[in-house]
C-alpha cells in the first residue's frame, strides 16, 4: 500500500509541474484523493460490499468534483490534473500512466447492462473538456485534444481533434513523456481546406495561362503602370484566409503592392507571428501575381508589425 501510495506522490511530481512539496500533494491535490477513495470504493464493489462502494463513490464526488463509478477499473499511476468534473463510468477501464485533465468524461452510449463505456490504453493523454462515448478503444500512446467528442476507436499512437473527433496525425516519436502541447496539435479540417484551395489555385493558374495564351493572338496595347497597379490589387482580392474567410486585402493583411515592370513586391503581415498558414497565403499570393500583365518574378516581404484590423471594420 505505501508502495503505491509513493508511486502516486511520484507520478504527480512527473506529471504536473506545479507540484512542490511532498505535504502540498498530499492534502491539495483532489485528482489523486479521487483515486485514492476509487480504490477503496473498487474493492468494496469487487466484493459484493455494493451499496458502501457506490456511497463511498459518492462521497468522492462531494470531496473532490470527481466522479468516477466503483466498478471502473483504474491502472497503476493514473493522475487526474485539477480533477473537477471529471466522470468516469461503471465499465471504463484505463491502463496505466493515463493522465486525464478535467473535465474529461468516459461516458456510455447504451442503456444495456453490457460493456459501454471507453477502454483507454496505457500511457493515453486526455485533454481538458474531451468527452469519450461508448464501448470504444483507445490505443496505447494516444491523445485526445481538448473538448474533442470521440466516438470511434481511437489507434495507438494516433492524435485525434475535433467535434467529432477526427484523426490529426501520428504521435511524434520525440512526444512521448506524457505532455499533451494543445497549441501545437494540427487541425484536419483546416489541413483538408488548405489541400482543396490548393488545388483550385492550381487549375485556376492553369485557366489563366489558358486566356492568356488565347489573349496573346489578339492585338493589345500595354498597359499603363497604374492600370497594372490596379490589377494587381484586384487579383489580391481573390486570395481569403481559410480561418478568417475573408480576402487577404479586406483583412488589411497587404500593406503594400509596388510593380515595376516585370517584377512584383508585396509587403505583407500576418494575423500573429506563428500562423500556421503562412507558407500557404505567400504562394497564393505568388501565384495571383505571377503571369498578369508580364510580371514574371514577385517576391513576398513579410513584415514584423502586428496585424489589426482595418479601421470601421470589426472581427
Not at 496505457?122 to 481538448?146: S, Y
Request: with cysteine; net charge neutral; aromatic share 6%.
Amino acid at each position: 500500500m505505501f508502495r503505491t501510495l509513493r508511486e502516486d506522490i511520484a507520478t504527480a511530481f512527473a506529471k504536473d509541474p506545479a507540484a512542490r512539496t511532498v505535504w502540498e500533494v498530499l492534502f491539495t491535490y483532489p485528482g489523486l484523493h479521487a483515486i485514492w477513495l476509487h480504490r477503496i470504493a473498487h474493492f468494496l464493489w469487487q466484493h459484493d460490499f455494493k451499496f458502501l462502494g457506490r456511497l463511498i463513490s459518492h462521497l468522492n464526488r462531494f470531496l473532490t468534483g470527481v466522479e468516477i463509478h466503483p466498478g471502473a477499473k483504474i491502472g497503476r499511476r493514473c493522475f487526474i490534473d485539477h480533477g473537477m468534473g471529471v466522470v468516469i463510468g461503471e465499465t471504463a477501464e484505463l491502463g496505466e500512466d493515463v493522465l486525464l485533465y478535467q473535465g474529461v468524461v468516459l461516458g456510455g452510449t447504451s442503456l444495456q447492462k453490457t460493456k459501454r463505456h471507453p477502454t483507454v490504453g496505457n500511457r493515453v493523454v486526455i485533454g481538458a473538456g474531451a468527452i469519450l462515448l461508448g464501448p470504444i478503444t483507445v490505443g496505447d500512446d494516444a491523445r485526445i485534444g481538448a473538448g474533442s467528442v470521440v466516438i470511434k476507436s481511437v489507434p495507438a499512437g494516433a492524435t485525434v481533434v475535433g467535434v467529432p473527433a477526427r484523426m490529426a496525425g501520428p504521435r511524434a516519436p520525440a512526444d512521448l513523456t506524457g505532455c499533451l502541447e494543445h497549441n501545437l496539435l494540427p487541425d484536419p479540417v483546416m489541413q483538408a481546406l488548405c489541400q482543396v484551395l490548393e488545388h483550385y489555385s492550381r487549375l485556376e493558374e492553369r485557366v489563366r495561362a489558358l486566356e492568356e495564351a488565347l489573349a496573346g493572338a489578339l492585338p493589345t496595347h500595354p498597359a499603363s503602370p497604374e492600370e497594372v497597379q490596379a490589377r494587381a490589387w484586384e487579383a489580391l482580392q481573390t486570395i481569403s484566409d481559410p480561418e478568417v474567410g475573408l480576402n487577404l486585402v479586406e483583412m488589411g493583411l497587404i500593406r503594400d503592392v509596388r510593380v515595376d515592370g516585370k517584377r512584383a513586391e508585396v509587403y505583407m503581415v500576418l494575423t500573429s507571428p506563428s500562423c500556421p498558414l503562412a507558407g500557404y497565403l505567400t504562394e497564393q499570393v505568388r501565384r495571383a501575381l505571377r503571369g498578369l500583365d508580364g510580371i514574371e518574378t514577385v517576391e513576398v516581404r513579410l513584415l514584423g508589425e502586428p496585424w489589426h484590423w482595418p479601421a470601421g471594420r470589426s472581427p
